[in-house]
T-cell receptor
Framework: GENVEQHPSTLSVQEGDSAVIKCTYS??????FPWYKQELGKRPQLIID?????GEKKDQRIAVTLNKTAKHFSLHITETQPEDSAVYFC?????????FGKGTRLHILP | DTGVSQDPRHKITKRGQNVTFRCDPI?????LYWYRQTLGQGPEFLTY????????KSRLLSDRFSAERPKGSFSTLEIQRTEQGDSAMYLC????????????FGPGTRLLVL
């Protein structure tokens, strides 16, 4: 069935270090992969997205990589800052829907 | 502010009551999605509309749930005979099909069923 797996569920990194969150998806027809950041009590906010015709995309400290063969995609945050602390969700387009992973709670340690 | 609005922002109700939520998408967006999010989970797809047509409804969605988008603009989500397990955040998102697939979420309606 339609499935997006995300790990780790919790991630703690020292401020200034990098954080990596990994996801896999089940539907080989998926062609759009957004990442959302959600702070406590707030709506999910899109931070970056990638389409299947691209292997990597970068926006300042955030980058996403996609391996369509393996059906893997990853979020990389470099030079982490306290304001990066939040829950991050990966997602994949499946039949005109967006299916979300279960989220990664990222803690930035001082 | 993404432009998607939802009303009410919070709703407390007693088990067995009916509730209705409203979503106003960004004005030129022709596709509208409803999601449910429980604590510690990602948004779960419920249903979506293209203009006024409801194109898909999740198999997980109980018959107590119904959604409408009568004029292809705002949408309503109704839950009949609410149960405690319905307590969640209900999120609405919209896109302009053919321009971008980026979904913009509204602030959500947090439902608590006592």
């Amino acid at each position: 069935g339609e499935n997006v797996e995300q790990h780790p569920s919790t991630l703690s990194v020292q401020e200034g270090d990098s954080a990596v969150i990994k996801c896999t998806y089940s539907d080989s027809a998926s062609n759009y992969f957004p990442w959302y950041k959600q702070e406590l009590g707030k709506r999910p906010q899109l931070i970056i997205d990638i389409r299947s015709n691209v292997g990597e995309k970068k926006d300042q400290r955030i980058a996403v990589t996609l391996n369509k063969t393996a059906k893997h995609f990853s979020l990389h945050i470099t030079e982490t800052q306290p304001e990066d602390s939040a829950v991050y969700f990966c997602a994949a387009s499946i039949d005109d829907k967006i299916i979300f992973g279960k989220g990664t709670r990222l803690h930035i340690l001082p | 502010d993404t432009g998607v609005s939802q009303d009410p922002r919070h709703k407390i109700t007693k088990r067995g009551q009916n509730v209705t939520f409203r979503c106003d998408p960004i004005s030129e967006h022709n596709r509208l999605y409803w999601y449910r999010q429980t604590l510690g989970q990602g948004p779960e797809f419920l249903t979506y509309f293209q203009n006024e047509a409801q194109l898909e409804k999740s198999r997980l969605l109980s018959d107590r749930f119904s959604a409408e988008r009568p004029k292809g603009s705002f949408s309503t989500l109704e839950i009949q005979r609410t149960e405690q397990g319905d307590s969640a955040m209900y999120l609405c998102a919209s896109i302009r099909l053919g321009i971008a697939e980026t979904q913009y979420f509204g602030p959500g309606t947090r439902l608590l069923v006592l």
